[in-house]
């Protein structure tokens, strides 16, 4: 366990500080084959990660491309720009409606393109809006929050979602129907409290006139009248895969190179540029720290949270709910949320027959929520951090973790008491 253990803090500590720009995922994959080569790992273990995070890799590939090719046509920020006339000027509403942006785009394009795509575009307009730091502060914190609490509802807003899903063979169509409710009390809960928490700090009045006009964020209308009736049909298209028991890859990446092709051909993107742009690394990240995690599996992590597990389960359906979705959330929040849902998901499978499917719903909400109470919990954070950092927007580690300890266990509490009733 000791070497499996150093292994994995030594991988996360050069992942957290990228020491002269050391990517995250060549630090992942270099932490894989130190444990492969020390015997931490086999490769019959690799192959066992891969089948496991095969289908949430190309997914969330496909998931990216596609939310690049409409960024490119100015698919989000036409969105943004609506959120903020809608608003009439008032801070509140914009406050309130740039979190159900957030939301809406997390549970359609998962939380990492909500990290990577809505956050800088929303920057761009808070500074043309002319707000002070503290209030930018506020509606990043409030838009990088919503981004992991929102990606509940499909099974594709959150590679967490995929991992499980495919681990315990949980279709499209039964995830929503058990997932729908937490993710909507998620989405009140999390406007409730960022409201408590930030009120201070949001204007009163903003001038919305300082604002160009949605439309003149179109790079080409018929294109973007498209998208609409595209996003509607890859919606419809996971429905029919769920009952032909399609791997959601097929669908999400399918549908990213499908529209990337259709923009190309309406001449509105550079397929080139797209592809070169692609986060890459977060794919070599997902492989890498996976298998590195995989070590403490075979040192014995499994073992004791199965009893802990089983213990838990002894308690009642409610408690049992809620103490592993609680346990998902603190392991997600100091060894991040990827590799968590993975050791959760074995350890509660070696439960046997005796697992309740809802600690596996538990899991996934542990681990979507849990990561925001540390800057390193979850990839999105990591790569919203970044991209706010490249921007000339720095949150320090004790300011995040601040209100991420503050904010992040009521909502939780809420969200997994709303999944208990349901489930």
């Given at each position: 366990?000791?070497?499996?253990?150093?292994i994995?803090?030594?991988?996360?500590?050069?992942?957290?500080?990228q020491?002269?720009d050391?990517?995250?995922?060549?630090?992942?994959?270099?932490?894989?084959?130190?444990?492969l080569?020390?015997?931490?790992?086999?490769?019959?273990?690799?192959?066992?990660?891969?089948?496991i995070?095969?289908?949430?890799?190309?997914?969330?590939?496909?998931?990216?491309?596609?939310?690049?090719?409409?960024?490119?046509?100015?698919?989000?920020?036409?969105?943004?720009?609506?959120m903020a006339?809608?608003?009439?000027?008032?801070?509140?509403?914009?406050?309130?409606y740039?979190?159900l942006?957030?939301?809406?785009?997390?549970a359609?394009?998962?939380?990492?393109?909500?990290?990577?795509?809505?956050?800088?575009i929303?920057l761009?307009?808070?500074?043309?809006?002319?707000?002070?730091m503290?209030?930018?502060?506020?509606?990043l914190?409030a838009?990088?929050?919503?981004s992991?609490?929102?990606?509940?509802?499909?099974?594709?807003s959150?590679?967490?979602?995929?991992?499980?899903?495919n681990y315990?063979?949980?279709?499209f169509?039964e995830y929503?129907?058990?997932?729908l409710?937490?993710?909507?009390?998620?989405?009140?809960?999390?406007?409730?409290?960022?409201?408590l928490?930030?009120?201070?700090?949001?204007?009163?009045?903003?001038?919305?006139?300082?604002?160009?006009?949605?439309?003149?964020?179109?790079?080409?209308?018929?294109?973007?009248k498209?998208?609409?009736v595209f996003?509607?049909?890859?919606?419809?298209?996971y429905?029919?895969?769920?009952?032909y028991?399609?791997p959601?890859?097929?669908?999400a990446?399918?549908?990213?190179v499908i529209?990337?092709?259709?923009?190309t051909?309406f001449?509105?993107?550079?397929?080139?540029?797209?592809?070169?742009?692609?986060?890459?690394?977060?794919v070599?990240?997902?492989?890498?720290?996976?298998?590195?995690?995989?070590?403490?599996?075979?040192?014995?992590l499994?073992?004791y949270?199965?009893?802990?597990?089983?213990d838990?389960?002894?308690r009642?359906?409610?408690?049992a709910?809620v103490g592993?979705?609680?346990?998902?959330?603190?392991l997600?929040?100091?060894?991040?949320?990827?590799?968590?849902?993975?050791?959760?998901?074995?350890a509660?499978?070696?439960m046997?027959e005796?697992?309740?499917?809802?600690?596996?719903?538990?899991?996934?909400?542990?681990?979507n929520?849990?990561?925001?109470?540390?800057?390193?919990?979850?990839?999105?954070?990591?790569?919203w951090?970044?991209?706010?950092?490249?921007?000339?927007?720095?949150?320090?580690?004790?300011?995040?973790?601040?209100?991420?300890l503050?904010?992040t266990?009521?909502?939780?509490?809420?969200?997994?008491?709303?999944?208990?009733m349901?489930?």
């Amino acid at each position: 366990m000791i070497l499996a253990s150093a292994i994995f803090i030594i991988t996360l500590i050069f992942v957290i500080w990228q020491p002269k720009d050391l990517q995250i995922g060549t630090t992942a994959v270099i932490g894989a084959i130190v444990a492969l080569v020390l015997g931490v790992v086999s490769f019959s273990d690799v192959l066992i990660v891969t089948d496991i995070v095969w289908d949430a890799t190309l997914s969330f590939i496909g998931i990216i491309i596609l939310s690049m090719v409409l960024d490119e046509i100015g698919f989000f920020e036409w969105c943004a720009l609506k959120m903020a006339k809608f608003s009439n000027g008032s801070g509140m509403k914009m406050f309130i409606y740039s979190i159900l942006l957030g939301a809406f785009v997390s549970a359609l394009f998962a939380n990492d393109g909500a990290a990577l795509i809505l956050t800088p575009i929303l920057l761009a307009k808070m500074r043309i809006l002319k707000l002070n730091m503290k209030s930018i502060i506020a509606f990043l914190l409030a838009g990088g929050f919503i981004s992991d609490s929102a990606s509940l509802p499909l099974v594709f807003s959150n590679l967490t979602n995929i991992v499980t899903a495919n681990y315990f063979d949980i279709g499209f169509s039964e995830y929503i129907s058990n997932m729908l409710i937490p993710y909507i009390i998620s989405v009140l809960a999390s406007i409730a409290f960022l409201w408590l928490l930030l009120r201070k700090d949001i204007p009163k009045q903003v001038d919305i006139s300082l604002l160009k006009e949605p439309e003149s964020a179109i790079k080409n209308k018929t294109l973007f009248k498209l998208s609409w009736v595209f996003l509607a049909v890859l919606l419809a298209g996971y429905f029919v895969g769920d009952a032909y028991d399609l791997p959601v890859a097929v669908f999400a990446l399918g549908g990213g190179v499908i529209f990337l092709v259709i923009a190309t051909a309406f001449k509105t993107v550079e397929p080139k540029h797209i592809i070169k742009e692609a986060p890459w690394q977060v794919v070599w990240f997902s492989i890498g720290l996976y298998i590195v995690v995989y070590g403490l599996k075979n040192a014995g992590l499994t073992d004791y949270l199965t009893v802990v597990l089983q213990d838990l389960s002894g308690r009642g359906d409610t408690l049992a709910i809620v103490g592993t979705g609680f346990l998902s959330a603190f392991l997600s929040a100091i060894m991040n949320n990827m590799p968590t849902v993975m050791i959760m998901d074995i350890a509660l499978d070696n439960m046997g027959e005796n697992v309740n499917q809802a600690l596996a719903y538990a899991n996934i909400i542990g681990c979507n929520l849990g990561p925001k109470m540390t800057p390193f919990g979850s990839l999105a954070t990591l790569l919203w951090l970044h991209v706010l950092s490249k921007k000339g927007v720095n949150i320090s580690f004790a300011q995040y973790s601040k209100f991420g300890l503050i904010i992040t266990p009521p909502v939780l509490l809420i969200v997994l008491l709303s999944l208990a009733m349901v489930v």
